[in-house]
């Protein structure tokens, strides 16, 4: 069973990273570009089981690992 | 209009943080991982335009600085 986590930091957290790319972009000539923000996104091959006890697991595993909670939003989707 | 770029690494190519965070889930109890790879993802806004342009601009933009493609695939989704 295929699974994607993506971590984005929350609005409002500053993301100097994202202000680096945004700039290094306009630099290279893409125009209209308003703002970049960087995320993480983890591609978890999970056993087969029944599809809520993997959302549970992976929940889990973003709230302990994967994500920051102070700053960060995570989505988990489990993939068909 | 916004998009999201997600870049992830080819299949073939190691994955050493994907690795690590594999085992530390392992750890932390979560059971049933078999593997785990990490990608980046972009949140963009960019300026309204035509959906082509944009996605151009995009593939541009991913090519140039947000992926290395000789390691790493990237994805562009415009968003609605």
Chains 1, 2 share one sequence.
Not at 35 to 44: A, Y
């Amino acid at each position: 069973m295929k699974a994607r986590v993506t971590v984005t930091l929350k609005s409002g957290i500053l993301d100097p990273q994202g202000k680096a790319i945004e700039g290094a972009l306009r630099l290279l000539g893409i125009e209209g570009i308003a703002s970049v923000r960087q995320g993480k996104v983890f591609d978890i091959e999970i056993a087969d089981g029944d599809r809520a006890g993997v959302e549970t697991a992976l929940k889990k595993a973003a709230e302990k690992l994967l994500a920051n909670t102070v700053i960060e939003n995570y989505r988990v989707e489990v993939l068909p």
